[in-house]
């Protein structure tokens, strides 16, 4: 069993930043996908950035070049770097994780993670 604790989630202006951080409990999360979601009401969980445990890194579209994933498998903890943040990025925000291996688009793919945490609310004001 995983358990995913989200922090670093809040308030802030247009252009700023955030870090948000996932620490996962468990011996093994050095060899788990991780994952970022996001969710705003009435709307589908959105994939936003995977890392795998190798450290290669996947991105949506609407983020690339703003956000950058990574992982300390040491403290257990993966981190969202979040730049330039606008409005439309304001969300809840879930980490994830998974032991599967899976090809690169099914990272995508919110139903093949196992583990979650509870979100993180980021806004972001305009």
């Known amino acids: 069993q995983v358990q995913l604790v989200e922090s670093g989630g809040g308030l802030v202006q247009a252009g700023g930043s955030l870090r948000l951080s996932c620490t996962a409990s468990?011996?093994?999360?050095?060899?788990?996908?991780m994952g970022w979601f996001r969710q705003t009401p009435g709307k589908e969980r959105e994939f936003v950035a995977a890392?795998?445990?190798?450290?290669?890194?996947y991105y949506a579209d609407s983020v690339k070049g703003r956000f950058t994933i990574s992982r300390d498998n040491a403290k257990n903890t993966m981190y969202l770097q979040m730049n330039s943040l606008t409005p439309e990025d304001t969300a809840v925000y879930y980490c994830a994780a998974d032991s599967a291996y899976r090809a690169s688009p099914y990272l995508r793919d919110p139903t093949g993670y196992t583990y979650w945490g509870q979100g993180t609310q980021v806004t972001v004001s305009s």
């Open positions: 890392i795998r445990w190798s450290g290669g890194t």
């Open positions: 468990g011996r093994t999360f050095s060899t788990y996908t």
